[in-house]
């Protein structure tokens, strides 16, 4: 099984989790992935519909912590959102008190993780010419997220799909 099957399994049992846990009709209408390289996973609220958006780039680095800590993590914030948003009920849309509650009864950790990790100080591509390259966040940013191309003073350029590793 591969990991993406493994955390929709995971992500879908524990949303029938939460929702016998704290009494709500949540429905995630789909689970979404994008190569982000800073954050894990969003949980979004989009016209009447919640999604999980899940980093591929870290889940193949991490996909235990994934498992074990993401999912609890992300679906205490859609219920936080669900009861926000469409109950009279209290709920959390960020890291509350109320959204860690439900996190750790999820079997999450209740904790910001990605501010317990190591910043990478550089980011490794392999530009057009198969040469290896180190960028800073700011460009590294800016080619996953606007999807720039970068052109290096070699002749050669780098953009979003030529992201080798972190250098920490
Ligand atoms: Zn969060």
Redesign the pocket.
């Given at each position: 099984m591969g990991i993406k099957s493994e955390i929709e399994n995971k992500t879908r049992k524990l949303v029938i989790v939460a929702n016998a846990k704290f009494k709500t009709n949540l429905v995630l209408s789909d689970i979404l992935y994008r190569r982000m390289p800073v954050t894990y996973a969003y949980?979004i609220y989009d016209a009447g519909n919640f999604y999980i958006k899940y980093s591929t780039i870290r889940l193949e680095k991490y996909p235990k912590e994934m498992l074990k800590d993401t999912i609890p993590?992300?679906v205490a914030?859609l219920i936080g959102i669900y009861l926000s948003v469409l109950t009279s009920r209290k709920g959390d849309t960020?890291?509350g008190p109320l959204?860690k509650s439900m996190c750790l009864a999820l079997g999450g950790i209740g904790e910001?993780y990605s501010k317990h990790r190591l910043t990478p100080r550089y980011y490794q591509y392999i530009d057009s010419g198969g040469h290896i390259q180190y960028v800073t966040l700011k460009y590294h940013n800016e080619m996953q997220n606007n999807y720039r191309v970068l052109n290096l003073s070699n002749g050669e350029t780098i953009k979003a799909a030529d992201f080798s590793k972190d250098i920490y």
């Open positions: 949980a993590h992300e914030h960020a890291h959204w910001i």
